[in-house]
């Protein structure tokens, strides 16, 4: 399984963009990249997905290299509500690797 | 997605005895994993509750301190036993389709504390 490296915490204001970056460099060929936030009290929830280039969703961009080894989740124009714990994890998927290994994560603390 | 509820929510529990958490989903669903965090720490598999066979464990885990069971694909249970303090900890279940093992979705967690 491929190990994931994050930044401990990063520290924003809002209305600001936040680019976090995950390093993989283990990637494996048919591992995707995913990645959750996590509210104090809660679960875990599903932001993003991606395998290579962009990704685009309602909440989130994932910008991935061609060589795969690492990934950037931006947020755009962050508010309060996006203080939260942010992990990213790679996987495979078809059942070639059958379970999650969750990371330190990145606590995202944003500012008035 | 998936809405997955446990209970439950919390509880406070002696050394020694056992609590069960159950884990309920909406839809039946092929993939469960339990999970542990620990206070300000990220999650750590516990194990894959498999449907109709025994739960497969990860490293560092056992039947014995944490029986399994998945009697069919919308339910599950996690029985802590002989809790220890070390035990306290959040307790959480998620639910994948086979083949989308990376697109997990997570109940709202069991607080336990273990005096």
Redesign the interface.
Same mark, same amino acid.
């Given at each position: 399984l491929a190990k994931t490296t994050q930044p401990i915490s990063m520290d924003s204001y809002e209305g600001q963009e936040v680019n976090i970056t995950c390093s993989h460099n283990n990637i494996a060929t048919n591992d995707?990249i995913?990645w959750y936030q996590q509210f104090p009290?809660?679960?875990?929830?599903?932001i993003i997905?991606g395998y290579k280039t962009k990704v685009t969703n309602e909440v989130a961009s994932l910008f991935i290299p061609a060589d795969r080894k690492s990934s950037t989740l931006s947020l755009p124009r962050v508010s309060l509500s996006d203080t939260a714990v942010y992990?990213c994890?790679?996987?495979?998927?078809?059942?070639a690797?059958?379970?999650?290994?969750?990371?330190?994560?990145t606590l995202l603390a944003v500012q008035p | 997605?998936a809405v997955?509820s446990q209970k439950p929510s919390r509880d406070i529990c002696q050394r020694g005895t056992s609590l069960t958490i159950q884990c309920q989903v909406d839809s039946q669903v092929t993939?469960m994993?339990w999970?542990r965090q620990q206070p300000g720490q990220?999650?750590?598999?516990i194990a &894959?509750a498999n449907q109709g066979s025994e739960a497969t464990y990860?490293s560092g885990f056992v039947i014995d301190k944490f029986p399994i069971s998945r009697p069919n694909l919308t339910f599950s249970t996690l029985t802590v036993s002989n809790m220890s303090p070390e035990d306290s900890s959040i307790y959480?279940c998620?639910v994948a389709d086979?083949?989308?093992?990376? &697109?997990?979705?997570?109940?709202?967690?069991t607080?336990l504390l273990v005096l």
């Open positions: 995707y995913t009290s809660q679960g875990p929830r599903f997905q992990y994890l790679v996987g495979g998927r078809g059942g690797t059958n379970k999650l290994i969750f990371g330190t994560g | 997605s997955i993939m994993f999970y990220s999650l750590t598999l &894959t990860e959480l998620s086979r083949g989308s093992v990376e &697109t997990q979705y997570f109940g709202p967690g607080r």
